[in-house]
């Protein structure tokens, strides 16, 4: 007898440069190519959008980055809001699992942006969202 368990497949980064928008109540988020090595010159992001009057958690399942002094070059930054003009929630980088982010207003939206820089490749990350009424 042969039993399927299906996987969530991750929404992931392309070096396209492509903002992936994610509007369910929970999703996956990955870099390019996880868990593969991701590509050198990737500039690109998830826009989390969800009903209003909820809070978006993000939690890291997986986190291998280049590390570097102050995340200056590989890095995950999550945003609070629509776009990296919000207010940071935490930049991060390195193989230190992060902590979990959550938005602080109820609006329902989160903006997650990976870099690489042009120097050395690692696995990337993987990581999960969810929302709630708070």
């Known amino acids: 007898m042969l039993i399927l368990i299906?996987?969530?497949i991750p929404a992931a980064c392309s070096s396209s440069g492509k903002?992936?928008?994610?509007?369910?109540?929970?999703g996956i988020i990955a870099s390019?190519?996880?868990?593969?090595?991701?590509s050198n010159n990737v500039d690109c992001g998830f826009a989390?959008?969800?009903?209003?009057?909820?809070?978006?958690?993000l939690s890291f399942d997986?986190?291998?980055?280049?590390p570097s002094h102050n995340c200056s070059s590989d890095y995950v930054e999550v945003f609070d809001g629509m776009g990296s003009d919000g207010p940071s929630l935490g930049r991060?980088?390195?193989n230190t699992l992060p902590?979990?982010?959550e938005t602080t207003t109820n609006f329902g939206h989160m903006f997650v942006r990976f870099i690489s820089n042009g120097v050395g490749q690692y696995p990337g990350f993987k990581a999960s969202y969810k929302t709630s009424c708070k």
Not at 32 to 38: I, K, L, Q, R, S
Not at 62 to 66: G, K, P, S, T
């Open 6 to 8: 299906l996987v969530p």
């Open 62 to 66: 997986f986190f291998n980055l280049e």
């Open 92 to 94: 991060f980088c390195g």
């Open 32 to 38: 390019e190519g996880f868990p593969n090595n991701y």
């Open 19 to 26: 903002t992936k928008y994610m509007n369910k109540a929970t």
């Open 48 to 57: 989390i959008w969800v009903t209003k009057a909820e809070r978006v958690t």
């Open 99 to 101: 902590p979990t982010v």
